[in-house]
């Protein structure tokens, strides 16, 4: 075992050190901004964007459903890595801070359109299925129409923001 952590030790001063040229100075390593910038990065961003918002609110949703299917642990893991998706996504992401709006705007446009699809499926009820006691149920309840329509432009909407806007 000692030697095991001297050998850790070794290789990551080893590392450490390789970091740096041999005057000492820092190495500088990023891309220019004018590559940084560019629209096919800024593409991948955007689908990385959708991407890590649509995991985390499937994740919430399926944990939702276990959890109120009586299966709490793994409902209770799936919601914690949901969370943790979240958590890590400005380490995944570039964010723009002055588009903020934008952002929370796709978060709750996705949620509209996928959360409850989740949560339906993970119980096993219809696709089109409109409960009693959340708030957007009530709504779709009072307008007597299927949820699957405004799901669908909610979800449609939580695409194109990213993709138009950002």
Request: with cysteine.
């Amino acid at each position: 075992m000692k030697r095991l952590i001297l050998l850790v030790l070794l290789f990551s001063f080893i590392n450490c050190y390789s970091q740096t040229d041999s005057v000492n100075v820092q190495m500088d390593y990023q891309a220019p901004k004018s590559c940084r910038s560019s629209k096919k990065l800024n593409n991948l961003n955007n689908l990385k964007l959708i991407g890590v918002y649509t995991a985390s609110i499937l994740l919430n949703g399926i944990g939702d459903g276990l959890n109120d299917s009586r299966h709490k642990t793994s409902g209770h893991f799936l919601n914690s890595l949901s969370i943790g998706v979240l958590v890590v996504s400005p380490f995944l992401l570039d964010y723009d801070k002055d588009k903020w709006y934008w952002y929370l705007a796709t978060y709750i446009s996705l949620r509209i359109g996928l959360f409850d699809i989740a949560y339906n499926s993970t119980r096993r009820l219809p696709f089109g299925y409109s409960g009693t006691t959340s708030p957007s149920d009530k709504v779709y309840n009072s307008m007597h129409v299927t949820p699957i329509v405004p799901r669908s432009i909610f979800f449609a909407l939580g695409i194109s923001i990213p993709i138009t806007k950002l």
